[in-house]
């Protein structure tokens, strides 16, 4: 007889789950069959009147019952929550396309990005980033440097002078190197770059400003050749414009090296093929370098038969300009337009 | 300006040479040329008119059959003088004339004209005058060579180089100096000019006397030319100036040029029956004064260098002539003027009185004597041939030049270090040789001897390696690293501190500004906090720019305002510079930073996440800025009276840093802006000064901490930091925080009371504190503040 009722059971729950549509129905199915007074229960309860050699059967029989209907219940359960968050994710449904909420930072100046760029490749290879007086001596920024009073490259580099003409706005950054020589006192090597904001008597333009800013490097250690110049150059030059950026120097002159170099690199625009960029030549010149003149390196107290040395000099807005693409030098100094600005507030990787 | 190849392949055979490879050499020797253009036209032929007929539609014009070599065109001609049998230039269709001028097929009065029959002003082989207008098109001889081209049957078809120049090579704007360059390259012999000429039976020295008074003269050379026929330069003169940029002006006058153009040795020439027999060259005396070539009276200086008959002065020494003393359509007899002079006086006196010409700017270079010596021979043998010149025996000479050679010694081995190169011998040896440098070779050094032209070489070893180097070819050199001591570079001193700051500003939404340095007087006096005596340049170029600043704030202010008027209303701006004064006879730098903001910090309408600028976030940005150098607790921010009158007198900090003021911010005086505007400007170089201590690990506390609340109502003049000591001096070291969360002004309390609301923290980092313990101590806290401020508290 309780063979029929756990039959009976067993054909009710193959159809009771079907029509199951809330949590709640679920629950209380779940009274009705497993609770206190649950037709499983109660099935159960009948044990104690099955006869010994049957109860293991009976046991079995009614351990099925329970794990169809959990089976059951559990499927049934999983179903209708994933319904009911469903529904909830459905309600709390925003307008994803209005704008986000952004936290700007702030940007570097166009010349800053330049100059930390070199200076990460450059401090990585030992260069110091050392800085100098804007308002400089005569001394430093003409004289020790092989300029002599009434020299004509002077003419070149007019400059602006601070009363009595033994001060001046300093023309280029090269005065720090030689404040670094008279500190090393011919003993130390030196290995420094020097970025700083440089001063010509030029009418501003497209082209020209009366500021404007320069970056150097020197080095003065033992049996430093020409070719290291230009190994360095081409570090920098693959830095700057790309690793497949060829370089080329060019014999030069300047006081303060001997032999002096223009510093090429191959077009980034046509790839050396020429156009309005590289002026139709390929190459684009992006610095002065050389190795140092010995007349320099005894002005500052370095023994040339025992030290030699390069140095190399960039125009940092040219090099902006060229990477950029800026045509116009004023960009850098005069009304800058934030969105403008904004431009250099990313990353190039 | 430009090097005619022509020219050059006088002094050395360049016909064989692409010139645009050997322009590609000569600029990798560091000869830059910048430009390379041919005067050649194409389509241009030389033609034989076998026919001419009348046009039958027009008076002038002709109808002209023309043999151009492959076949027989009908051209029609307006020229008067063109007729049967003459050899004429034509322009066939497709040659491009100057000015863009494109010879096509055409009809011309209903007449087919295959071409055009040319002179040769149209040509822009010469100036176009009412003269060579009116001679019609040119006539070429009978024995030109039907259909050949015509340019190269003239000589005309040139190539020409603009070169760009070192300032220490503008010896290579003329053509015997370039010609020596082009051999070196090449590996050719130079052929110097022919300097030959007869010589008269009179003697120089018995004709002129030579007196030199100044040391300012090294070489002054002086020969007559007699007998001279003024007239029209030859062909081949004229068109060479021409190509220089040098007018022509007479066979005489040109020649003074040509040979200038090629030894780059400036010539002078007087009229030698006007100056006399004396010469006697002095510096100018304070206050004399000379009427020059252009008819301007010119008053000289004791810098000038003065040529005179021994009273007059007959010219300005390498700068310009005096009116009468100059070569004129009657002059017979020519005084021939070859010197070297002090550079820095001719520079002087050239730029003193605005006239820089191609003769002064050769002579502000040092020149070579030889080519001094060379060049007024050159004058006489080219005068003898193109104006019939009788020259007179010898030269007058004053000679103070220092003829010692000079000589370089170089080990090889030096060579190959300061290059980088590995060289073998033969190609050293070859390289001195190309370059026209004598040598010896003596044990393991050559002895070079730098040629007296080549007077930008100063002998020491690096100048012959740069020469050496640049003949070679500096492509040759391979890419090398230093091999020296591995270091890390670092920032040295306030570089660091600079970029750190830099780098805070900008994650606080600060976009960096670069300005300028120099600025008006009256702006150079704005915003003067702790100002020393500005600095004022001695020539500034406008007034806007003629004072150094000590001030950052001016320069942002302007970016802002700017910016305001482009629309852009957020504007965050920061920019770090060094500023000057002056310090006694030294001048005194700071590297200051300054920062403005104004407008919205946050700005999202959509959703009201809005912050306005104020002087919190102002306060708060200084804050942050401070604590990031590790300075929290050493600096106070106070309101002050001691700050530029442009920041408003009521919201304003001063910043004090260990007691040492740095800086101040504040919001700008409405006489300033009337927009809503906060400027903070700190002295870096101050800052560095109070260095931070290291970064160390404190242990956080693990045990509980309870927080209290409580508003204070206060009368509303009473600064909160006051309320802050308080509360901070009653609750001792258990009380580890004090946050604000609430002010409050309005109906619910008086009207001069604010309330302050509060949250305390309290902790112990060695057990966990009771309820009560708590409790009594917030109580006492209350009673405190309640005692000491005549404080009520809110909702209790």
């Known amino acids: 007889m309780y063979n029929d009722k756990i039959k009976e059971i067993e054909n009710e729950l193959k159809t009771v789950f079907e029509g199951i549509k809330t949590l709640n129905d679920l629950e209380n199915l779940k009274v009705l069959f497993m609770g206190k007074n649950g037709k499983i229960t109660l099935v159960n309860s009948l044990i104690k009147d099955v006869p010994n050699e049957e109860k293991k059967e009976f046991g079995m029989k009614v351990n099925e019952l329970k794990n169809t209907f959990n089976t059951n219940y559990e499927k049934i359960k999983e179903e209708l929550e994933n319904a009911e968050i469903n529904a909830k994710l459905n309600k709390e449904a925003i307008d994803v396309t209005l704008p986000g909420v952004k936290l700007e930072t702030g940007s570097a100046h166009p010349i800053e990005r330049i100059i930390e760029s070199l200076e990460s490749l450059l401090m990585s290879m030992g260069y110091d980033v050392v800085e100098g007086p804007e308002v400089e001596k005569d001394l430093y920024n003409f004289e020790l440097l092989n300029l002599p009073k009434g020299h004509p490259a002077r003419d070149a580099q007019d400059t602006f002078y601070i009363k009595g003409e033994e001060y001046l706005l300093r023309s280029q950054t090269s005065p720090v190197q030689v404040r670094e020589m008279l500190a090393g006192k011919g003993e130390e090597p030196i290995r420094i770059i020097c970025p700083g904001k440089t001063y010509r008597r030029d009418e501003d333009d497209a082209t020209h400003s009366h500021e404007f800013t320069q970056m150097e490097g020197l080095l003065v250690d033992k049996d430093i050749t020409l070719g290291d110049l230009k190994g360095t150059f081409e570090e920098i030059a693959k830095m700057l414009f790309g690793k497949s950026r060829e370089t080329r120097f060019r014999p030069s002159y300047y006081p303060f090296t001997e032999p002096s170099v223009e510093m090429d690199i191959s077009c980034f625009n046509c790839n050396g093929k020429g156009c309005n960029i590289c002026k139709g030549t390929g190459w684009i010149t992006v610095g002065g370098a050389g190795m140092v003149n010995p007349i320099v390196l005894r002005n500052c107290g370095y023994d040339p038969d025992r030290w030699n040395g390069f140095a190399f000099g960039f125009g940092i807005e040219r090099l902006a300009m060229l990477k950029y693409g800026i045509n116009d030098i004023r960009t850098f100094y005069v009304n800058h337009d934030i969105r403008m600005l904004k431009e250099f507030d990313r990353r190039e990787y | ?796």
């Open chain 2, 1 to 796: 300006m430009a090097i005619s190849l022509n020219w050059v392949n006088d002094y050395v055979p360049i016909k064989d040479i692409d010139p645009a490879s050997l322009a590609s050499k000569i600029t990798a020797a560091g000869i830059n040329v910048e430009k390379v253009s041919s005067n050649n036209i194409q389509n241009l032929v030389i033609g034989h008119v076998l026919e001419c007929e009348m046009h039958p539609d027009s008076d002038h014009l002709h109808v002209c059959k023309v043999d151009v070599g492959k076949e027989v065109l009908q051209i029609v001609c307006g020229a008067s003088n063109v007729r049967a049998d003459l050899k004429v230039i034509v322009a066939l269709p497709g040659a491009i004339l100057p000015g863009d001028f494109e010879i096509k097929q055409s009809k011309i009065r209903g007449v087919e004209s295959n071409g055009m029959i040319c002179a040769l002003f149209e040509l822009g082989l010469e100036e176009k005058t009412e003269e060579t207008y009116n001679k019609g098109i040119t006539e070429l001889s009978n024995d030109a060579p039907v259909g050949e081209d015509a340019l190269e049957y003239l000589g005309y078809n040139d190539t020409l180089y603009e070169l760009d120049l070192n300032p220490n090579r503008t010896d290579c704007n003329n053509h015997l100096p370039f010609a020596y360059e082009v051999a070196a390259v090449l590996g050719r012999n130079v052929v110097m000019p022919d300097v030959g000429y007869k010589e008269t039976n009179e003697n120089v020295a018995d004709l002129v006397s030579l007196d030199v008074k100044t040391e300012n003269v090294s070489m002054y050379n002086l020969m007559i030319a007699k007998d001279v026929k003024i007239k029209e330069s030859p062909d081949f003169i004229k068109h060479r100036l021409e190509v220089a940029g040098v007018r022509s002006i007479n066979n005489v006058v040109d020649i003074s040029n040509y040979v200038m153009l090629e030894y780059g040795q400036p010539l002078h020439f007087f009229d030698k029956d006007v100056v006399g027999d004396k010469i006697v060259v002095r510096m100018a005396k304070k206050g004399e004064k000379i009427v020059t070539l252009d008819k301007e009276e010119r008053d000289l200086s004791e810098d000038d260098i003065l040529i005179t008959d021994g009273d007059t002065p007959l010219c300005v020494a390498g700068v310009m002539g005096g009116l009468n003393s100059g070569i004129t359509e009657n002059t017979k007899n020519i005084l021939i003027e070859s010197a070297i002079f002090n550079p820095y006086n001719i520079r002087y006196t050239s730029i003193r009185l605005g006239l820089r010409s191609e003769a002064s700017l050769r002579l502000e270079k040092p020149l070579s004597y030889e080519f001094c010596e060379l060049a007024i021979k050159r004058a006489c043998h080219l005068l003898e041939k193109y104006a019939d010149a009788k020259i007179v025996k010898g030269v007058v000479t004053y000679d103070k030049v220092d003829k010692k050679e000079k000589k370089v010694s170089v080990r090889e081995e030096e060579i190959n270090t300061i290059l980088g190169i590995e060289f073998a011998k033969e190609d050293v040896e070859r390289i001195l040789t190309n370059l026209g440098f004598p040598y010896t070779f003596e044990k393991d050094k050559y002895i070079v001897t730098i040629p007296n032209r080549r007077q930008d070489i100063y002998p020491q070893k690096e100048d012959i390696i740069e020469e050496i180097g640049r003949i070679y070819g500096y492509d040759n050199i391979k890419p090398t690293l230093p091999l020296i001591r591995t270091k890390k570079g670092e920032y040295r001193d306030n570089v660091k501190l600079r970029k750190i700051v830099s780098k805070k500003l900008r994650s606080l939404g600060f976009h960096e500004i670069r300005t300028y340095t120099l600025t008006s007087e009256e702006e150079s006096q704005k915003f003067n906090y702790h100002f020393g005596p500005t600095i004022k340049l001695l020539r500034p170029m406008l007034k806007e720019k003629s004072c150094i600043r000590q001030s950052l704030i001016p320069a942002l202010l302007n970016v802002a305002e700017y910016n305001k008027g482009k629309k852009n209303n957020d504007v965050f701006l920061y920019e770090i510079a060094n500023v000057y004064a002056e310090d006694g006879d030294n001048y005194q730098e700071w590297t200051h930073l300054g920062f403005l903001m104004s407008g919205e910090y946050l700005n999202n309408t959509w959703n009201s996440l809005n912050y306005k600028v104020d002087f919190y976030l102002m306060k708060g940005m200084v804050e942050s800025i401070l604590d990031y150098l590790g300075l929290n607790g050493r600096y106070t921010l106070f309101l002050s009276d001691n700050l530029p009158k442009e920041i408003h007198p009521k919201i304003n900090s001063e910043i004090k840093v260990d007691g040492k003021e740095v800086g101040y911010f504040g919001k700008l005086h409405p006489n300033v802006t009337k927009k809503d505007m906060y400027v903070c400007e700190i002295d870096l170089s101050e800052l560095i000064t109070h260095k931070s201590s290291d970064v160390k690990y404190q242990e956080l506390n693990k045990y509980p901490k309870i927080e209290k609340d409580v508003a204070f109502v206060v009368n509303k003049d009473i600064p909160s930091s006051d309320i802050l000591k308080e509360i901070k001096k009653s609750g001792g070291k258990l009380l580890t925080d004090i946050k604000i969360f609430d002010i409050y002004t309005g109906d619910k309390i008086a009207e001069d009371k604010k309330s302050i609301a509060y949250n305390l923290t309290f902790e112990d980092n060695t057990r966990t504190l009771t309820e009560e313990e708590v409790m009594a101590l917030f109580n006492k806290i209350i009673l405190s503040v309640e005692e000491k401020f005549k404080a009520s508290i809110r909702d209790k």
